[in-house]
């Protein structure tokens, strides 16, 4: 009596599940959502392809372009971006040696947080090489503070965390920031952009609180003679934030290629070794 007892509920259950997904699935069909203003738009303005040679599976990153996206981010982004997760000594994977990665860290406009050794009271010191980048802001309440309540968030890692992230970010800092388009207002008029924000078109919800951070060409000078023009400046940012989120994309495309290697040899010792142990038993 118990085990039909029990059946009949657990019966009961999957037909009120099965009845609710049906009602909800008829409901998306017959009464789809309404559209909304981020839909109309990634219609119309898709994401540009920054198309970086770290791309792909043979991708290698371009030495010269990273450090002309870092460039980028130290005069352009670092003011209120942080890059926590990246240590000075790292740079050295961009080409610079010993010297230039003391002279950066030294040279950093912000220092590290320490403590006075003789009064106990909290200080800041220079950064050192083994240090990580310090953070812009010490926490959340004084980077909303200088940023009108909107919290920068750390780069280090944001081309992971963002779909298709050097697109994103390509075309987010380069070309996202434009006059808000009539039609979307005349079909959208709930859509317009507040005073304290700006429109960006490949924002999440193309209002954003970051004012565009590349505006004319020249913005940025690069030292190895690279024309600055926006494009280019995004495009090179868009490839040193990748490296920060995948510093070791050379080497792992290496000992991937080496364990494929690995792989296609074995598979012919095996058979090799299969057509040799069994050679008598067919015959």
């Known amino acids: 009596m118990i085990r039909w007892i029990s059946g009949f509920i657990g019966a009961g259950v999957v037909a009120v599940l099965a009845w609710s997904l049906l009602w909800s699935v008829v409901g998306v069909v017959t009464d789809p959502p309404a559209p909304t203003a981020e839909h109309y738009v990634r219609a119309h303005h898709p994401l540009l392809s920054a198309e970086l040679p770290s791309e792909g599976l043979f991708g290698k990153y371009d030495v010269r372009q990273l450090q002309r996206g870092f460039q980028v981010y130290k005069e352009v ?119 304290a924000l700006h429109y960006n078109q490949y924002f999440a919800n193309l209002n954003i ?28 940012v868009a490839a040193f934030l990748t490296w920060t989120a995948e510093p070791n994309l050379d080497t792992r495309h290496g000992a991937g290629f080496a364990v494929l290697g690995f792989l296609l040899v074995f598979c012919f010792l095996a058979y090799g070794a299969y057509q040799n142990v069994w050679r008598n038993m067919k015959h």
């Open 209 to 236: 609180a970051m004012p565009p951070p590349l505006t004319q060409d020249g913005q940025v000078q690069y030292l190895d003679g690279t024309k600055p023009t926006v494009d280019q400046m995004a495009k090179d």
């Open 77 to 195: 982004c670092a003011a209120c971006h942080s890059i926590r997760l990246v240590s000075f000594r790292d740079l050295k994977q961009l080409g610079y040696d010993d010297g230039q990665v003391k002279a950066i860290a030294v040279g950093w406009q912000i220092e590290q947080p320490s403590v006075n050794p003789d009064t106990g009271e909290v200080a800041t010191r220079k950064n050192l090489p083994s240090d990580h980048f310090p953070l812009v802001f010490a926490n959340d309440v004084a980077a909303r503070a200088a940023n009108n309540n909107a919290v920068p968030p750390d780069l280090s890692l944001m081309t992971k965390a963002r779909h298709e992230g050097p697109d994103y970010i390509y075309s987010l800092v380069g070309h996202g920031y434009v006059k808000q388009p009539a039609d979307l207002l005349a079909k959208f008029p709930d859509a317009k952009t507040p005073a």
